[in-house]
């Protein structure tokens, strides 16, 4: 009965996902990210003089945006508030909607449409833990990806005679280098350990306001706080470093 108990505490344990900025897979990330944006830009140059500002913000900003505030949170949040990535995942997806709808053919962009949502959705649940493995991200992006280099660009990476321009080519690059990045993010994602709990700063600040109030209180008991240790104080004395570097007793 126990270790039926154990097994179900686990399943019912707060799942959460942290990525190492120093993790291969998620410099990989950053950079395929990055190119997405370059290229973006690239693509659109010149986009400050078109007066349609419906292009301008659904078609450059939004996609180059999505990608720079994934690339800000994996870099500076990612061990404790990945889960924040939702944020420009739903941006990135919202950018593939609209140039769907944009398409000629309605059945066609209906399936992508579709298959937006469902990886988003997903991509969601899973940062937030309503799925348990990370694992599913792998075929749903993974699978689109390869559908989108076999059947949708098949005469511009495998055409003999590619007619394509360069104009051309950019938009397709930025948006496959965007897929990749999420593909590679899966094998950066390892699960939080919640088992060990993490003092709040905001109780070591009040520890620390405390100890300053009272002076006699490692006289009295002999023992040291968390925020004394931080401090570096002993036993009897405490030692306090100036802002020029000079110590005092």
């Not at 799942?15 to 900025?21: D, G, H, I, Q």
Request: with cysteine; aromatic share 12%; charged share 20%.
């Amino acid at each position: 009965m126990k270790d039926t108990k154990d097994i179900k505490d686990v399943n019912n344990m707060k799942l959460r996902y942290r990525v190492s900025k120093r993790n291969f897979f998620s410099r990989l990330t950053w950079i395929l990210l990055g190119l997405s944006a370059v290229f973006t830009l690239m693509a659109n140059w010149g986009f400050w003089n078109v007066e349609d500002e419906y292009f301008i913000y659904l078609q450059v900003i939004l996609p180059v945006v999505s990608c720079i505030l994934y690339m800000l949170i994996i870099n500076h949040m990612g061990e404790k508030l990945f889960f924040l990535t939702f944020i420009p995942v739903i941006l990135g997806a919202a950018f593939l909607i609209v140039n769907e709808a944009n398409s000629k053919q309605p059945l066609h962009s209906i399936l992508i449409i579709t298959l937006c949502i469902v990886v988003a959705v997903s991509y969601i649940m899973t940062v937030f833990g309503a799925i348990r493995t990370k694992w599913l991200l792998l075929p749903i992006f993974g699978l689109p990806l390869a559908y989108r280099v076999v059947v949708e660009d098949h005469d511009i990476f495998f055409s003999e005679r590619s007619t394509f321009s360069l104009g051309e080519w950019l938009p397709e690059l930025a948006v496959l280098c965007m897929i990749f990045a999420m593909l590679f993010i899966v094998f950066a994602m390892k699960k939080r350990d919640f088992t060990k709990t993490e003092k709040p700063i905001e109780d070591v600040l009040v520890e620390l306001e405390e100890n300053f109030d009272s002076e006699d209180t490692i006289e009295e008991t002999g023992e040291q706080t968390e925020a004394q240790k931080l401090l570096g104080q002993t036993d009897n004395e405490a030692t306090i470093i100036a802002p020029t570097g000079e110590k005092y007793e």
